[in-house]
């Protein structure tokens, strides 16, 4: 019990230290500040859940007691909670088949990766209504901050040096900042979470505590139901005022989980292919560079979960494609 309540202080202090990093302003502070979950999630999957609870109180603690009470509110409700969350999940298990111990069924990495995209979609919402209560004074606050964070001088729409795309885009963004900031932010959040859950799993099987078995990636698949919820969360983007935002920062958590299954897709078709480390590293270097290929993965994905690609290939190809 004592090692528990040291490393959960200990991985406290190291998130609050991430988090709080982001007061700095420095460009350095971005990534710090998003690896925040980190030390959480290594002790709670590495330990015990009560190290990765004791770390999100202490760390919610230390940065009240420091920043004062909105900080503390943030770090609770947008990392430490869904960060906690997420990993008394993954450790999750139960007896599978002959209800024996030794044969253990876990939490599915499909169903993680769902999680992370609802939390991350939770969490935008969250702080959007902390903001505001309508869509004009949302779009308002919005555009003040975009003022102030090119230093008052928006660009310009009209550009020439941009391309029609990024005009457009840009345009959208200047006139409309409630209509693109929340989805991507949804977008970061949700790949955020998901990549610390990963590199938190990571470590700590590199250091010989991690329990579960590492799962087979590429073989993910989510519920039946998340294809229709995407469905309706996209036909309520049309809506008006707060219930339109809400439904496209929910529309886009989901897609880019999509995302995530198409790259686990790719993986799973690209195994028997020559050049398969040239074809994923031009993907993942695409998406890193450009973004917009994120969206091609979350076509990928739901062709996948519609048509079964993997099943198919599969049936026609060796057996090892799934292995």
């Not at 309508?134 to 555009?143: C, G, H, P, Q, Y």
């Not at 999509?258 to 686990?264: D, E, H, K, S, T």
């Not at 270097?285 to 198919?312: E, H, K, N, Q, T």
């Amino acid at each position: 019990m004592a090692q528990i309540v040291l490393i959960g202080i200990a991985g406290g202090a190291a998130s609050a230290l991430l988090f709080a990093s982001i007061v700095s302003g420095s460009l350095l502070s971005i990534p710090l500040f998003n690896l925040a979950p980190l030390p959480i999630l290594i002790v709670a999957i590495g330990w015990h859940q009560l190290a990765g609870l004791l770390a999100v109180l202490v760390a919610s603690a230390a940065l009240a007691g420091v920043f004062g009470g909105l900080l503390f509110l943030n770090f609770i409700i947008g990392i430490g909670l869904p960060a906690w969350w997420l990993a008394y999940l993954a450790m999750l298990a139960r007896p599978a088949g002959n209800g024996t111990a030794a044969g253990l069924e876990w939490y599915p990495v499909g169903r993680l990766v769902v999680w992370a995209a609802v939390l991350a979609a939770l969490v935008v919402m969250l702080v959007l209504f902390m903001i505001a209560t309508d869509a004009e004074t949302l779009r308002a606050m919005l555009k003040k901050s975009l003022a102030i964070l090119v230093g008052g001088m928006a660009p310009s729409a009209d550009d020439r040096t941009l391309d029609r795309p990024a005009r457009s885009l840009l345009a959208m963004l200047l006139e409309h900042p409630e209509r693109v900031l929340p989805p991507g932010a949804a977008v970061l959040t949700t790949i955020t979470q998901t990549f610390t859950l990963w590199l938190a799993a990571r470590v700590v099987r590199i250091s010989g505590r991690l329990r579960r078995p590492w799962p087979q990636v590429s073989a993910m698949s989510f519920p039946p139901a998340v294809l229709p919820l995407l469905a309706v969360t996209l036909a309520a983007t049309f809506l008006p005022d707060l219930i339109g935002i809400a439904a496209s920062v929910v529309a886009a958590s989901l897609l880019t989980a999509y995302a995530l299954l198409g790259l686990a897709v790719l993986h799973a078709l690209t195994r028997q292919v020559r050049g398969r480390g040239f074809i994923l590293g031009g993907v993942y270097g695409a998406i890193a560079v450009l973004g917009w290929p994120l969206l091609l993965m979350s076509l990928l994905g739901l062709a996948d979960a519609a048509l079964d690609l993997r099943g198919r290939v599969a049936g026609r190809g060796p057996p090892s494609l799934h292995g």
